[in-house]
Structures are given as structure tokens and as C-alpha cells.
């Protein structure tokens, strides 16, 4: 009877055990599987980063080509507006040409 009550117990024990384990199995795989979705989402995040990255840069890259176009175009308007001034001549009452510029100063 002893022998028997004790084998019983340890059966009691031994299901006790194995449904922990059961449990523990079971988080253990939601865990994994929580870990492989959040590990997909950071991939995901990644291409993000890399693509806006990229976008950012040919961003930059076109905003200094439209610069330096600008910057070509001010020079043209600013050696022509020079050269618009310095061939215009203001007649003075006195008879004598003087150049527009001395005039603007």
C-alpha cells in the first residue's frame, strides 16, 4: 500500500512536471515567434532607413545641380546688367558723357 500510494504521488508529480513543461514549451514559442516578427519588422525598418536614405541624398544631389544652375544664371544676369551700365552714358547739362555708374554710387 505504501509502495503503491507513493508510486501514485510520484505520477501526481510527474503530471504536474510535464504540464509545467507543456506551459514553458508553449511561451517558450510564443516567444520565438514574437522575436521572428519583430525581427522582421527591424528588416522592414531597415529597407526604410536605406530608401529614405537614398532619397535624401539624390534630394541634395539634385537641390546642388538647381543651385549651381542659379548660381551660373545670377553671374550671366550680373555681368550683363554690368555691362548694360557701364555702356549707358547720362548726358549732363554741361555737355560732357558720364557713365550711368558714377551716377548710382
Do not use: H
Not at 44 to 66: I, P, S
Amino acid at each position: 500500500i505504501m509502495v503503491n500510494s507513493k508510486k501514485v504521488e510520484w505520477g501526481r508529480k510527474m503530471k504536474a512536471l510535464e504540464a509545467k513543461v507543456d506551459i514553458q514549451d508553449q511561451e517558450l514559442a510564443s516567444a520565438q515567434s514574437k522575436l521572428d516578427q519583430k525581427g522582421q519588422e527591424v528588416g522592414l525598418l531597415r529597407q526604410k532607413l536605406e530608401d529614405l536614405q537614398k532619397t535624401k541624398y539624390e534630394m541634395a544631389q539634385n537641390y546642388e545641380t538647381q543651385f549651381q544652375a542659379l548660381q551660373s544664371q545670377v553671374r550671366k544676369i550680373s555681368v550683363s546688367l554690368f555691362y548694360d551700365c557701364c555702356m549707358k552714358s547720362l548726358y549732363m547739362p554741361n555737355g560732357i558723357d558720364v557713365p550711368l555708374l558714377i551716377w548710382e554710387r
